[in-house]
C-alpha cells in the first residue's frame, strides 16, 4: 500500500491542496473515479460511503490510494436508524398507491430496512489501514471513541452545519473542519440539531457568522457555481469551498443518463427541498413526484426508510426514460453545469483559466 500524506492539521492540509476546492461527496452520483480526478487535479476528491458496505468501501480506498500522496474525504452518516414502523410503512404505501397502480408495480416489491448506515466500528476498522486525511460526516458526529482513533492517525475530522449552533457543537464536539452547508446545497440537509428548516441559512450569511464564531476552519458549500462565488466565499473568510452539483456533468461522474439530461433542460431553474425521497429534506430539481405531493409531506417514513417506497418506481419509471419518480439531487446553481474535465473545471473554479 503506498504512503500518503499525513495530515496533522487543517493548517497542512490545506497547504497540500493545490487549489482551495473541496468535491461534495455525492452517493450514486459517483464512486472513486470522481474523486481520483479531483485530488489529481489540485483539489480534495471525496467518496460518499453510506451506501457502501465495509467491503466496497475498502475496494474503492484500494483504488484511491493506487497513487502515493493521493489525499482523499470519505463521508458517512451519522442518522441513528429508525425502528420500522407498519403504521407508517402503509400510510406511505397507500399514498403512492396511485403510482403504483399505474406503473404496475406490486407493492409488495417494496423492501424492508435501511439502505443508507451509520459510520461504525466495522467501518473504521476498514478505513483504518488507509489512513484517510479528512472522515467527513453528515447529521452531526459519531461517537467520540470512533473519533479518537481517525486523529491518532493523523486524520481531521469534519462534519456539515447548518446553523450557527450546529456549527459551535461541532467545535465544541472536537471536529476540525466545518462544512458550512448554506440552503442552495443540493442533496440532503445535514441538520442535526433541530429540524426546523426555518432556522437554516444561506450560504453566505451562515459562512460569514461561523468565521466569526468558531476557532476551526470553515468551509463554504452550497450553491457555488462560478469563480467569482469561490471568491466571494474566500474573501468572507472561508478557508477552503465544497462544490458539487458543479461536477454532475464531467465524464468522470456517474451520474445516470436521465440526471444528466435533465441538468441540461430548463428544470434546473427550479430546485425545491423535499423529504419524498428518503423521508428527509434534500434539494433536487422538481419533477412530478415533488409537484403533485408536496414536495414536503408528513406522510414519510423516517430517513431512509421512505425510500423503499419509491425504489420501485424510480425504477419502473427509468425504464420507461422518465424522471418522475428519480431523486434529481441538484443545488440552486444547477444551470451553471457544464460539460467539461474535472481538470478543467477545478481550474476554471480556482480562476487559474478561462472554460
Given at each position: 500500500m503506498?504512503e500518503?500524506?499525513q495530515?496533522?492539521?487543517p493548517?497542512?492540509?490545506?497547504?497540500s491542496?493545490?487549489?482551495?476546492?473541496?468535491q461534495?461527496?455525492m452517493?450514486g452520483?459517483?464512486d472513486?473515479?470522481?474523486?481520483i480526478?479531483v485530488?489529481?487535479?489540485?483539489?480534495l476528491?471525496?467518496l460518499p460511503?453510506a451506501?457502501l458496505s465495509v467491503?466496497?468501501?475498502a475496494?474503492q480506498?484500494?483504488?484511491?490510494r493506487?497513487?502515493?500522496?493521493?489525499?482523499?474525504?470519505l463521508?458517512f452518516?451519522?442518522h441513528t436508524?429508525?425502528?420500522?414502523s407498519d403504521e407508517?410503512?402503509k400510510?406511505?404505501?397507500?399514498?403512492l398507491a396511485?403510482?403504483?397502480n399505474?406503473?404496475?408495480v406490486?407493492p409488495a416489491s417494496?423492501?424492508?430496512?435501511?439502505?443508507?448506515q451509520p459510520?461504525?466500528?466495522?467501518y473504521?476498522?476498514?478505513?483504518?489501514?488507509?489512513k484517510?486525511?479528512?472522515?467527513?460526516?453528515h447529521?452531526g458526529l459519531?461517537?467520540?471513541?470512533?473519533m479518537?482513533?481517525?486523529?491518532?492517525?493523523g486524520?481531521?475530522?469534519a462534519?456539515?452545519a447548518?446553523t450557527?449552533a450546529e456549527g459551535l457543537?461541532?467545535?465544541d464536539?472536537?471536529?476540525?473542519?466545518?462544512?458550512?452547508?448554506?440552503?442552495?446545497?443540493?442533496?440532503?440537509?445535514?441538520?442535526f440539531?433541530?429540524a426546523?428548516?426555518e432556522?437554516?441559512?444561506p450560504?453566505?450569511e451562515?459562512?460569514k457568522?461561523?468565521?466569526?464564531?468558531?476557532?476551526?476552519p470553515v468551509v463554504?458549500a452550497g450553491?457555488?457555481s462560478?469563480p467569482?462565488?469561490?471568491?466571494?466565499?474566500?474573501?468572507?473568510g472561508?478557508s477552503?469551498?465544497?462544490?458539487?452539483?458543479?461536477f454532475?456533468?464531467t465524464?468522470?461522474?456517474?451520474t445516470s443518463?436521465?440526471?444528466?439530461?435533465a441538468l441540461?433542460?430548463e428544470?434546473?431553474q427550479?430546485?425545491?427541498?423535499t423529504n419524498l425521497f428518503?423521508?428527509?429534506p434534500?434539494?433536487?430539481?422538481?419533477?412530478?413526484?415533488?409537484?403533485?405531493?408536496?414536495?414536503?409531506?408528513d406522510?414519510t417514513?423516517a430517513f431512509?426508510?421512505?425510500t423503499?417506497?419509491?425504489?420501485?418506481?424510480?425504477?419502473?419509471?427509468?425504464?420507461?426514460?422518465?424522471?418522475?419518480?428519480?431523486p434529481l439531487?441538484?443545488?440552486?446553481g444547477?444551470?451553471e453545469?457544464?460539460?467539461k474535465s474535472?481538470?478543467?473545471?477545478i481550474s476554471?473554479?480556482a480562476?487559474?483559466?478561462?472554460?
Amino acid at each position: 500500500m503506498s504512503e500518503q500524506i499525513q495530515t496533522r492539521t487543517p493548517q497542512a492540509l490545506f497547504q497540500s491542496l493545490q487549489y482551495p476546492i473541496f468535491q461534495a461527496p455525492m452517493a450514486g452520483s459517483q464512486d472513486s473515479v470522481l474523486a481520483i480526478a479531483v485530488s489529481d487535479s489540485g483539489g480534495l476528491g471525496a467518496l460518499p460511503c453510506a451506501m457502501l458496505s465495509v467491503e466496497q468501501v475498502a475496494e474503492q480506498l484500494e483504488l484511491i490510494r493506487a497513487k502515493q500522496g493521493r489525499a482523499i474525504n470519505l463521508n458517512f452518516f451519522s442518522h441513528t436508524p429508525p425502528e420500522p414502523s407498519d403504521e407508517d410503512q402503509k400510510r406511505w404505501l397507500d399514498t403512492l398507491a396511485p403510482y403504483f397502480n399505474e406503473l404496475d408495480v406490486d407493492p409488495a416489491s417494496v423492501a424492508s430496512g435501511a439502505g443508507r448506515q451509520p459510520f461504525s466500528r466495522d467501518y473504521l476498522d476498514a478505513i483504518a489501514p488507509f489512513k484517510p486525511e479528512v472522515v467527513s460526516f453528515h447529521f452531526g458526529l459519531p461517537d467520540k471513541s470512533l473519533m479518537t482513533e481517525i486523529k491518532a492517525w493523523g486524520g481531521l475530522i469534519a462534519s456539515s452545519a447548518t446553523t450557527l449552533a450546529e456549527g459551535l457543537w461541532l467545535q465544541d464536539q472536537g471536529a476540525d473542519l466545518v462544512i458550512a452547508q448554506g440552503l442552495e446545497a443540493g442533496g440532503h440537509r445535514g441538520h442535526f440539531l433541530r429540524a426546523d428548516l426555518e432556522e437554516q441559512l444561506p450560504t453566505r450569511e451562515l459562512v460569514k457568522g461561523l468565521v466569526q464564531q468558531l476557532d476551526i476552519p470553515v468551509v463554504a458549500a452550497g450553491g457555488i457555481s462560478t469563480p467569482q462565488q469561490v471568491s466571494e466565499m474566500l474573501e468572507l473568510g472561508a478557508s477552503a469551498v465544497q462544490i458539487g452539483t458543479g461536477f454532475l456533468l464531467t465524464p468522470e461522474a456517474k451520474t445516470s443518463a436521465l440526471h444528466r439530461s435533465a441538468l441540461k433542460s430548463e428544470m434546473t431553474q427550479n430546485t425545491a427541498i423535499t423529504n419524498l425521497f428518503s423521508g428527509r429534506p434534500a434539494r433536487g430539481m422538481v419533477n412530478r413526484l415533488m409537484a403533485e405531493q408536496g414536495p414536503m409531506s408528513d406522510k414519510t417514513p423516517a430517513f431512509p426508510l421512505a425510500t423503499n417506497g419509491i425504489a420501485p418506481l424510480r425504477a419502473a419509471a427509468e425504464k420507461q426514460g422518465s424522471w418522475d419518480f428519480s431523486p434529481l439531487w441538484a443545488g440552486t446553481g444547477a444551470a451553471e453545469c457544464q460539460e467539461k474535465s474535472v481538470t478543467e473545471l477545478i481550474s476554471w473554479f480556482a480562476g487559474a483559466s478561462p472554460l
